[in-house]
């Protein structure tokens, strides 16, 4: 595993890494995250009764809009050509959790992963904030890099 800080100088002063000489190559993302909530808050929201509005609808279109301004959100990340953003739910009614799969695509010179974890960010954020006002005890979880594949350093997949 490489350990170098590339996005500090010799200096130890922060930079934004050139990569303008790598290669273009097909690059995908995926990340995930967990929102847990009152089971009857879940139930809320499948049934649609939040009044602020379709919360999963909502949600998806904040994460992808999140994952196309990351490089405005995180210091020091490349402005990436997205090719796709996808924002993915499933809920367990029984313990009041929702777990969202963000994949994220790009065809560049660096990789994706901080638009996928970004994305899963927001979504999370925004089912929050959509449904503070009825559970005060939501807590977001375990965000993390499930997979990744392309470039230099090749393809990554979490151990299950």
């Known amino acids: 595993m490489n350990t170098e800080l590339t996005h500090f100088d010799q200096e130890g002063k922060a930079r934004m890494v050139d990569v303008g000489d790598k290669p273009v190559t097909k690059r995908e993302a995926i990340a995930s995250g967990k929102v847990l909530m009152q089971p009857t808050t879940l139930e809320q929201i499948v ?3 939040i009044k602020k509005g379709d919360v999963f609808a909502v ?6 809009m999140a994952a196309k301004q990351t490089a405005t959100l995180i210091p020091l990340c490349h402005q ?3 090719c796709s953003a996808a924002i993915e739910f499933t809920s367990d009614p029984k313990s009041g959790q929702i777990t969202i799969v ?3 695509k ?12 970004t994305a899963v960010s927001v979504t999370a954020l925004t089912i929050y904030d959509m449904c503070k006002a009825i559970d005060k005890e939501i807590e977001i979880t375990a965000i993390s890099l499930q997979k990744k594949t392309g470039g230099k350093s090749g393809s990554f997949s979490r151990n299950q």
């Open 102 to 104: 963000a994949t994220t």
């Open 106 to 117: 790009s065809n560049g010179s660096t990789g994706v992963e901080m638009e996928a974890l």
């Open 47 to 49: 049934a649609q009764q």
């Open 59 to 64: 949600a998806r279109i904040a994460g992808i």
């Open 80 to 82: 990436l050509p997205l």
